[in-house]
Every structure is written in C-alpha cells, then in structure tokens.
C-alpha cells in the first residue's frame, strides 16, 4: 500500500533508471569537499567501486509491496561490484526500527530505507545520517528532511487527478454522467490524496458528477464486498475509480457476478492482472494508473551512485535532487505493450 507526500520533482515512469535523469551525485560528505572536482564522472553501467547497501522495507504482504522487493534484488544483481544487504521486511515499527540498526552497525555504505511508517523511523533515519550513511528514503517519506539525502516515491495526488482527467475525458460529451468511486483504507494520507487529486480533476468537467464512494482495504475480498454494496445501491453510473489493483481483482468479481457493464472502470497501481484484462479488452476494467514499483530500482541507482560519489547524466546540476516524483502513467490499450513489463503480481 504505498504512501508518500507530493514533493519533488516530476519525472517519467520509473521503468527509465535513475542513471538516465540526474547528473550529479555525492556521498554524504559536505558539499564542498564534492564540488571540488569540477568534472565528476558519471554513473554508467560499467562496474566501479565496491558498494554495499542496506535495503529495509516492510513485509511483503502486498502485490505492489512484494515487486518492491522485487525490483531492488533485480537491479541489485545488474551491478557486479553492488552487494544488497537485504532485510526481511516487517510491519511491526520495533522490528523494522532494529533491523536497520542492524544495517547501520554493519557500516553498509548507503541505506536504502520504505518505512513501514514513516514518522516512526525517522528517528534511525537521523541515525543513519549522523553515522554517515547516506539514506535514500523510499516512499513513504521520513518526518524530517534531515533523516535522508534523497527521497524517492509516487505521487497519490497525480494518480487521483490522472485517473479523474481520463475518465472526464471519456465522458466529457456525455449529460449528466455519474461517477463512482473505489477507495483504498481512509485513515491513510495516500487515499486522501487519491480522492483529492480525483476530486480536483472532476472540477473541470460540470457534466460529471461522483454520485457513491466506498472505501475498502486493499484485499481481493474487501473490493469485492465493498463493490458489491457500491453495485446494489447504484443502479446506473459511467464511471468507476478504483484505487488499487489488487482490491481491484474483488471488485471486478462482484461486477461480473452482478451481470453489469454499462460503465468504464479504471484501477490504479499497475498490477499485471490488471494490464492483461485492459490489453484483452473483454471487462469493464479499461485503464490503469500507474504507481510505479519500478522507483526501488531507481533508488538502487541512486544509492550505488552516492557511494561511488558519481554523478548521473541528464541534470547539470552537481548534486542529486533531495526528491524524486515519479509520474503516474495512464495505460490503455493503445499503450499497454509498452508498460506490461513493470506489471506486478
């Protein structure tokens, strides 16, 4: 279930390495002993220093949570002189607050760090710093900016308006359209602002109304009940968001179960179950939009480069950015093949 504020900067999908969108990059040494070489070199795929990074993320118990793990392991392997200290991942905030203590004691050279909750590490966040281990944090952001060199995450915001402008899109010449709305567990941050970006979106379209909203708990089994309830009490709509693929999967039963189809659906996250049902194009489900998995490759990328104290091509800056915004694609059927190999299962 991922979770991140909207800071930072606004780039592609995350399918594109980090190597190809910054240029520099430097260790947590100040920032004038790193400036001193005027021309740094640039991160490439050829083998370089030995790194070792810690990886701490939580408990796989997810579809997005688990292509995490995943995609770091897999980006890991693709550098020859990268060494992954890898932790087994947990939900349980002590748990995770000691295993990267664990990696801190160990002096692995940069920590990569997706909190299970963010305010709650802060804390080994500061820890990791002070010891001089840079931190990439990963989406779900630290309290403090001083608990990390970079962080790198999604945008829930842009999925909420992604998703709203292309179902305004499909609706824009229809009267009195109605829409309905799939929402993930609303004592989250990362909801609130997947329905303010929905909501936001809407705005620009005075034909369409969100007439029901439902929220459920990221699981097959509460899309279904939840959709199920959604169906029963409206009898007629255009339009449905749901914000997560794999509650997704639920909803998509409760639909067919109830013999309805007269309305678009757009899922969110980027499940692979989700890309082949758009690229089959024989349900409802007709859209995607993308929370890419991808961004613990590219924060693999960005912890290798800091403990190589190599800059990365694209940006002239000498120094990474703090934050990385990754955008939130919308995958149809005219572009499906294109982003069906970052599905996740």
């Known amino acids: 279930m991922p979770e991140t504020s909207r800071r930072g900067l606004l780039f592609g999908t995350a399918a594109v390495s980090a190597g190809a969108f910054l240029t520099a990059c430097t260790s947590n040494e100040p920032k004038e002993k790193a400036a001193a070489t005027s021309n740094q070199p640039?991160?490439?795929?050829?083998?370089?220093?030995?790194?070792?990074i810690g990886f701490a993320?939580?408990?796989?118990?997810h579809g997005w949570l688990n292509a995490i793990n995943v995609q770091a392991k897999s980006r890991a392997e693709k550098y020859s002189e990268v060494t992954l200290e890898i932790t087994e991942g947990s939900n349980d905030t002590a748990a995770q607050i000691g295993q990267v203590k664990t990696l801190i004691n160990k002096k692995v050279d940069v920590l990569v760090v997706l909190p299970a909750d963010g305010k709650a590490l802060t804390q080994v966040?500061?820890?990791a710093m002070k010891a001089g281990i840079p931190v990439v944090n990963l989406d779900r952001i630290f309290a403090s900016p001083q608990a990390y060199r970079c962080w790198v995450g999604g945008d829930n915001?842009?999925?909420?308006?992604?998703?709203?402008?292309?179902?305004?899109?499909?609706?824009?010449?229809?009267?009195?359209?109605?829409?309905v709305e799939l929402a993930g567990i609303d004592n989250l941050e990362l909801t609130k602002q997947r329905s303010q970006g929905f909501a936001d979106a809407l705005k620009n379209y005075s034909n369409i109304k969100l007439v029901a909203r439902?929220?459920?708990?990221?699981?097959v089994e509460s899309g279904q009940a939840k959709m199920a309830q959604l169906l029963q009490a409206q009898k007629q709509f255009d339009a449905l968001w749901n914000h997560d693929d794999d509650q997704g999967v639920g909803a998509l039963r409760a639909i067919q179960?109830?013999?309805?189809?007269?309305?678009?659906?757009?899922g969110g996250a980027g499940a692979k179950s989700a890309m082949d049902a758009i690229k089959a194009d024989n349900s409802v489900l007709k859209a995607t939009v993308l929370y890419p998995p991808t961004m613990a490759a590219s924060a693999i990328d960005l912890a290798r480069a800091l403990g190589q104290s190599k800059g990365i091509s694209g940006l002239s800056e000498m120094e990474i950015p703090t934050s990385l915004t990754l955008y939130s694609a919308v995958v149809t059927k005219e572009n499906i093949d294109q982003y069906l190999p970052t599905g996740f299962s």
């Open 157 to 179: 915001y842009g999925m909420g308006l992604n998703a709203g402008h292309y179902i305004g899109e499909q609706l824009k010449d229809k009267a009195g359209a109605k829409v």
């Open 42 to 52: 640039a991160a490439d795929d050829k083998p370089g220093t030995p790194v070792t």
């Open 125 to 127: 966040g500061l820890e």
């Open 214 to 219: 439902q929220a459920a708990d990221f699981t």
């Open 57 to 61: 993320g939580p408990q796989a118990d």
């Open 257 to 266: 179960q109830a013999g309805r189809d007269e309305f678009i659906m757009v």
